[in-house]
């Protein structure tokens, strides 16, 4: 089955990554490389993130290659020389991979993801990879937090139209549906991704009859176990004609639910089900759509607003309150040196590492970054996804969603809010790690004060 129906080019790169590759290639630097993504802080609002898009990384990475037509668009270019783009040519990815499982929850400061590579393919990467796991992971955060405000009922992906692009659109109704949600309104990614699709009716079809009742009739004969939607004129008086159709219809009715698209959602929702109640049609369903988020959904189900299924749209498909992670891919070694970064606010302990979760009482306790090799307790979250260029599993969109739903049931109870915790979920780097830090910071030429403050 295919996962990304983009064209995903070795050219999706930026120029600095092939000008260094170049530079590297020139200096005869060609060892072996330690690139760690991770992002610095948590979102606003945000006490975990879930790690998602490393499917399409694989898929990228064992189909590497720069085609004849990207080689002579970067001739063109005239800043590369023939050596390297014969080199370019010759070019596929030989490295290994280590992630955390999809659907793993992760914290500030963990590596995600790990690549060890000779350099210049690591370099070359970079972008494809920030770029997929990224949008990926803040968007399966924001649509586990909207399924996890309805409290059981039903979420449907209605985003697509006003996604960042087609690519966007489809992996928020993936994640989406790694996060616990029923499925999605776009009919490619059900396609892609082998989830299920939800569709109903728009304004449009009832507008252009001339009689709401008739487009009532009309659809609800073809599609009997349909949605209908109410609220193209007046929401309580398209209840009652879909009321009125159901006695009409007496045993053919067999209409699942009426969709309130508009107005005070949780009142409409109120008087909908007592007039429906009052009908004996108990059995249709109340489904609610516009404007939602986790944030209005909470306030409705606070409310006690009889809605079964929510249909969440633009909030969702753009990450509204949080559309972005402080995430970096970033060289932790080099022919087996490892390497830091002292910046401000940036700084990157060295060498390779290993997050060691603690577990108890079935219950998430912290994690502990330490070195890779380093034998600690808990249990070791990065996996060999990718093994000198080729991959070792393939991740499987129905296992992710259930580890996500195990990792969910064992974080803390205080971090399932929707506003940051007061305390958050600890994770503590190892002595070792601070020892190597300042040996190579004094090798440096910087004393221990110095630097990443």
């Known amino acids: 089955m295919t996962t990304n129906p983009l064209p995903a080019e070795a050219l999706f790169t930026d120029l600095y990554e092939l000008t260094m590759a170049q530079a590297y290639q020139a200096e005869g630097m060609d060892q072996l490389a330690v690139f760690e993504l991770a992002f610095r802080e948590m979102p606003r609002n945000r006490n975990y993130a879930v790690a998602a898009g490393f499917q399409d990384v694989l898929d990228f990475l064992t189909g590497f290659h720069f085609s004849a037509g990207e080689i002579h668009y970067l001739r063109l270019n005239g800043e590369f020389s023939e050596v390297f783009l014969n080199a370019l040519e010759r070019l596929r990815f030989t490295g290994d991979v280590n992630a955390v499982p999809e659907g793993t929850l992760v914290f500030p400061n963990e590596p995600l993801l790990q690549v060890i590579a000779p350099i210049a393919e690591a370099q070359l990467i970079e972008t ?47 994640a989406t549906y ?21 569709g109903t009716m728009a304004h449009s079809y009832i507008q252009a009859h001339d009689d709401e009742s008739a487009s009532f009739d009309s659809f609800a004969r073809l599609y009997p176990e349909t949605t209908l939607l109410v609220d193209t004129y007046d929401t309580l008086t398209g209840v009652r004609k879909v009321i009125e159709l159901s006695q009409k219809l007496g045993e053919r009715f067999q209409v699942r639910a009426v969709r309130l698209d508009s107005g005070d959602l949780g009142s409409l ?58 995430m970096a891919y970033k060289l932790v070694e080099y ?119």
């Open 178 to 198: 790694l996060a616990g949600g029923a499925g999605t309104s776009n009919a490619l990614a059900g396609k892609i991704y082998g989830i299920p699709v939800f």
């Open 269 to 326: 929702a109120v008087d909908t089900r007592k007039m429906l109640d009052e009908a004996g049609l108990q059995r249709v369903k109340i489904f609610a759509s516009s404007g939602l988020d986790e944030y209005k959904i909470q306030e409705l189900m606070n409310s006690g607003a009889p809605i079964d299924v929510f249909g969440v749209g633009t909030k969702l498909a753009v990450i509204a309150d949080a559309p972005e992670l402080d």
């Open 335 to 453: 022919g087996g040196k490892g390497r830091l970064k002292l910046s401000t606010k940036k700084l990157l302990y060295p060498g390779r590492k290993q997050v060691f979760r603690q577990i108890d009482n079935g219950r998430m306790a912290g994690d502990v970054i330490g070195r890779f090799d380093e034998p600690l307790a808990g249990e070791p979250l990065l996996k060999t996804l990718l093994l000198r260029g080729q991959p070792t599993t393939r991740i499987e969109l129905a296992e992710s969603r259930r580890h996500l739903q195990r990792e969910l049931k064992s974080l803390p109870d205080h971090l399932h809010g929707l506003q940051s915790a007061s305390t958050p979920y600890p994770v503590s780097f190892r002595e070792q790690l601070k020892t190597d830090l300042n040996t190579i910071r004094r090798k440096l030429g910087f004393d221990d004060s110095r630097g990443g403050r």
């Open 128 to 174: 494809f990879v920030l770029n997929q796991i990224h949008f990926q992971s803040i968007a399966a955060t924001k649509a586990a937090r909207v399924v996890a405000a309805a409290h059981g009922r039903m979420i449907v992906d209605f985003g697509s139209r006003r996604s960042h692009g087609i690519d966007a659109a489809l992996k928020v109704s993936r």
